[in-house]
């Protein structure tokens, strides 16, 4: 009971499981077993996933920059034009590829 307004006000609250419910209802992660390893697993996780934002910004905002000034037909004059059915194949693969760079987190150990 005493842990919980310290973990409210937090950067990152970390309790166990098995211990008061107000303590469990305040952190952001609960430890489920008592294996303090399990931090560093926590953290490695968070760090590969800020990691993986990054990358799928980048990806979505390059195809965009690409994409967008040829969906719009600003180089129709030089003969390049996109047809809608693939213009949204594209999108539709742009979006595939960021689901398939985001479940690359489920292989970290």
Known sequence: INDSPAL???YIGLSMSGYKDIATDAADFILMKEILNDILRLLDIG???IR??????FWAFFYNVLM??????LFR?????LHPMLAGFAMMFSSFTVILNALRLKMIR
């Open 47 to 49: 760090k590969h996933t």
């Open 8 to 10: 409210a006000h937090a």
């Open 77 to 81: 004059n030089f003969g390049f034009t």
């Open 52 to 57: 993986n934002i990054k990358q799928n910004l």
């Open 68 to 73: 967008i000034p040829i969906a719009m037909g």
